[in-house]
């Protein structure tokens, strides 16, 4: 499954724009104009600079939050249920069905 929206910027990019947050924030009177003025130099907005920041931080354990290994993980046992689910719904069915064409069959003799 792929995302709606493509990638303009590749891991290394982020990684790098979330270090150079970290590293230059005491540089500027808050978290933001660190933000903002990275964000001006790489090419994205100031908002999605201080997405990547904040996931870096959950992702290292300094923000609470859900850190995205485990989020993937999460999603692909999600989806794998979901399909179990629907494959059980059509042996149901299945066997529903087979049950009653053997119920409606004359008997042998």
């Not at 790489?42 to 859900?66: F, M, N, P, Q, Y």
Request: positive net charge; proline residues 3%; hydrophobic residues 40%.
């Amino acid at each position: 499954m792929t995302s709606k929206t493509t990638n303009k910027f590749s891991p290394e990019v982020r990684a790098r724009a979330v270090r150079m947050v970290m590293d230059h924030e005491g540089e500027h009177a808050s978290r933001w104009a660190a933000v903002a003025s990275i964000a001006a130099k790489i090419g994205c907005s100031a908002h999605t600079l201080l997405d990547w920041v904040k996931k870096a931080e959950v992702d290292s354990g300094k923000r609470a939050g859900v850190p995205t290994d485990v989020a993937e993980k999460l999603k692909a046992l999600e989806r794998e249920v979901r399909e179990l689910r629907q494959a059980n719904e059509i042996l149901r069915k299945a066997s529903a069905y087979f049950a009653q064409a053997e119920l409606d069959r004359p008997f042998k003799r």
